[in-house]
């Protein structure tokens, strides 16, 4: 079931650009001389949208999960979530890390990956993790997509994983963590809710597994949701995936500050 939908209204910062839009056409329209000031408002106000909108946690373009709730941030709770898979050579050795410790963690899905390794996926579900939305192609043009562009990536998505899984995804993470304002509604209809994070490693981004746990570790914290990744991921020198090396020494030090791992739905479950 999904959480409970909520009537779209926009934030403030949409509903202002909105309303400046709509003075500046106005504006024009009674002042037509003043066309280049009229253009330097718009580009000006679509400028800092485009810059907010690639500040992953951000909540200027709409509601957007960054922590786990109070609640479960009272309890000791991390959420471990992992991107970009499956991967069929990475993914069950996390599978097996995440086992030996008894953790469950959110695989953040893309939908074409999952067509071509399905089994994988219902062997992620069958270990007891959750499986959501990561889009169906994560185009790396995501956040310049219109309204229906963002229905079709998250809609095929959805319904690839329901198939595959038996579980209708109830969270959904941009690619990069990237959008425009047009996503928030999109969310709204397909009853789906934007998560980003509140630690990660750019564990996509450099092979050096210790600077990797470095900015993990140094920010641990209770309530926290880590972002690692499974697909895509860096190498190291002897081309071991680095979210490999780095599990086992983050998954210590959770412990060791007496944190419990959940996924995103066990946290929100009692809202």
């Not at 909520?6 to 400046?20: E, K, N, P």
């Amino acid at each position: 079931m999904h959480l409970i939908q909520y009537l779209w209204q926009g934030t403030q910062f949409v509903r202002a650009s909105l309303i400046l839009h709509g003075l500046v056409v106005f504006a024009t329209l009674i002042w037509p001389d003043q066309w280049l000031t009229s253009l330097i408002l718009i580009a000006s106000n679509h400028l800092i949208i485009a810059i907010v909108g690639m500040l992953p946690r951000s909540t200027w373009l709409g509601n957007n999960i960054t922590r786990l709730p109070d609640t479960a941030t009272q309890r000791q709770e991390i959420a471990l979530t992992i991107d970009d898979g499956p991967d069929p050579e990475v993914t069950p050795q996390v599978l097996d890390l995440l086992a030996q410790h008894d953790i469950a963690a959110t695989f953040f899905i893309i939908g074409d990956k999952a067509l071509r390794y399905p089994e994988l996926c219902k062997e992620i579900v069958r270990r007891g993790h959750d499986i959501e939305n990561h889009t169906q192609s994560h185009q790396h043009h995501f956040a310049f997509l219109g309204p229906e562009g963002f229905k079709k990536e998250l809609q095929t998505a959805q319904a690839t994983l329901t198939f595959i899984t038996g579980r209708e995804p109830m969270f959904f993470r941009a690619p990069a963590g990237n959008r425009n304002p047009f996503l928030e509604p999109v969310l709204n209809e397909l009853g789906l809710r934007l998560v980003s994070w509140s630690l990660r490693g750019f564990d996509t981004q450099t092979g050096n597994v210790e600077r990797v746990k470095m900015r993990l570790l140094r920010s641990l914290h209770a309530g926290a949701i880590v972002l690692l990744h499974d697909g895509n991921a860096a190498r190291t020198q002897s081309q071991s995936a680095v979210i490999l090396e780095v599990l086992p020494a983050f998954i210590q030090a959770a412990k060791t500050a007496q944190l419990r791992f959940v996924t995103l739905r066990q946290a929100h479950s009692s809202l």
